[in-house]
């Protein structure tokens, strides 16, 4: 099991900056599988970035390619995500999620086993 606990939330305005942390805790947290996760207000949860325990392969949404950039500090058992140009449609709760690298695929939110708090972000137009 992996403990999650996010931070870097905020109110911004369209155009911003913001850079979310997540720092996970447990047996497996250097060889798991991270993510982010974001659920806007009446939405489904979706995927926004993911990546492997090595860092060496990142995913991204289709929604935050190019805008948004994930990075993964191993001895801290930490991961970033770094969102640029900021837009009022990515008002959400962010979660930090983790899964084995075994299970499932990575964009895949029911194959995820681990969950943060969550972390809002709002962004005003």
């Known amino acids: 099991q992996v403990q999650l606990v996010e931070s870097g939330g905020g109110m911004v305005q369209a155009g911003d900056s913001l850079t979310l942390s997540c720092a996970a805790s447990?047996?497996?947290?250097?060889?798991?599988?991270m993510a982010w996760f974001r659920q806007a207000p009446g939405k489904e949860r979706e995927f926004v970035s993911a990546?492997?325990?090595?860092?060496?392969?990142?995913y991204y949404g289709d929604a935050v390619e190019g805008r948004f950039t994930l990075s993964r500090d191993k001895a801290k058992n930490t991961v970033y995500l770094r969102m640029n140009s900021l837009q009022p449609e990515d008002t959400a709760v962010y979660y930090c999620?983790?899964?084995?690298?075994?299970?499932?695929?990575?964009?895949?939110?029911?194959?995820?086993?681990?969950w943060g708090q969550g972390t809002r972000v709002t962004v005003s137009p």
């Open positions: 999620a983790a899964k084995s690298p075994l299970r499932g695929a990575y964009y895949r939110r029911t194959d995820y086993t681990d």
């Open positions: 447990g047996r497996t947290a250097n060889t798991s599988t």
């Open positions: 990546t492997t325990w090595s860092g060496l392969s990142t």
